[in-house]
């Protein structure tokens, strides 16, 4: 059984690109969750899915971010324009949902903005 | 300060020795989850605990949780340097499932 799957792994952007974050769930999980690391600091919460909805955006920047999770494929994360100030790890984790359901983290994607 | 907060912010010490890291939150919780991740890597999940238990184990791993007091304590017994990582504690508040993060505290276990 798979674990959660992120890609790419690390990612480049140069200023005003747009950057893709890919997500796919452990089998049998409905539930997408996504975060953002800065080095040396904890995870923050940007955004909570299932299926085709948004839960909580609670989470996300007003601007340029965007995510989804269509009934096929992975969830997708999507920053328009990338600035400098969106270098970081995100992290994505998936859980079958429900407050004493465990989330499994996905190995992140690196991206760095130049 | 932030729902989730790990103390202290670094530890180091010689393999095995015991290690107590302590989280402190401030909002009700439905249950207290710890969570390790190694230079660069993903967050593997350790333990969880309820807001209605009180201490739990997991291998060389204890856990706390005083709801009075909104905090929670990690022991790892018996430290090797393979735990040497960065550990979270994440709260699931009552009313939300969504994970609140503390900034961690990065441990290394000295050969």
């Known amino acids: 059984n798979a674990g959660v799957m992120q890609n790419p792994r690390h990612l480049v952007r140069r200023r005003g690109q747009e950057a893709r974050l890919r997500c796919s769930p452990m089998k049998g999980h409905s539930h997408v969750y996504w975060y953002r690391q800065l080095p040396e600091e904890g995870l923050k919460f940007m955004v909570y899915l299932q299926k085709e909805n948004i839960i909580d955006e609670s ?3 007003k601007e340029r971010f965007s995510a989804e999770f269509p009934k096929e494929g992975p969830s997708i994360l999507r920053i328009q324009q990338v600035v400098r100030g969106d270098s970081a790890a995100y992290f994505c984790a998936s859980s079958r949902g429900g407050p004493d359901q465990t989330q499994y983290f996905g190995p992140g994607t690196r991206l760095l903005v130049l | 300060s932030q729902q989730g907060e790990e103390d202290p912010q670094a530890l180091s010490i010689q393999e095995g020795e015991n290690a107590t ?13 710890w969570y390790r991740q190694n230079s660069g890597r993903g967050l593997v999940h350790l333990i969880l ?3 209605n238990e009180r201490e739990k184990h997991s291998g060389r791993l204890r856990v706390t949780l005083d709801t009075s007091k909104k905090s929670s304590s990690l022991l790892i017994t ?3 340097a393979a735990d040497t990582a960065s550990y979270f504690c994440a709260t699931v508040v009552t009313y939300g499932q969504n994970f609140v993060f503390g900034p961690g505290t990065r ?5």
């Open chain 1, 59 to 61: 989470g996300m920047p």
């Open chain 2, 21 to 33: 890291m302590n989280c402190s939150y401030k909002t009700s919780i439905n249950n207290l989850q």
């Open chain 2, 49 to 51: 605990i309820r807001s």
């Open chain 2, 78 to 80: 018996a430290s090797r």
């Open chain 2, 107 to 111: 441990l290394s276990v000295l050969p």
